[in-house]
């Protein structure tokens, strides 16, 4: 695991807090954006330079919508579901400090069972169950402890 802080590069152009530190993370590789890609995790990942395929996650972001989890029971079902299908081998997990934390997903699965908790979407998306980030200092804690 490594880490990097790009606080200075710091967007705040979107009212969605988890978009703007993907956009935060594209501004230090070079890239400006202005609008969500929205691509499904299967079909492509947030962002795709220098040989890796970057999935960008948050405190309180989730892993993939309930959309994709259908048929999925339990925390497990939607874990492998979407160790089976994610287009992505980098995943970077950017904190409100703007600390950014690349995992391969070995140990993206390790933060994922330590950190992460079964959820529902809002009834508004059909309530499907899904993976979801918690927010806790907890967090920040075990991943400077990984890098150290």
Partial sequence: MTKI???EFEVTRNKNRGINKEWTLCEYYGIHREKHDGIPYNEGSDIEINGMNISVKSPGASLMSGGYCIGCKTFEG???????????????FITHDFDAYFM??????KFIHKFATLAHESSCHRGDLKIRFRDNKAMVKYLEEKVA
């Fill in 5 to 7: 802080n790009i606080k």
């Fill in 78 to 92: 939607i874990w492998r579901r979407y160790r089976k299908n994610t287009h992505s081998d980098t995943f970077v």
């Fill in 104 to 109: 391969d997903i070995d140990e993206f699965s």
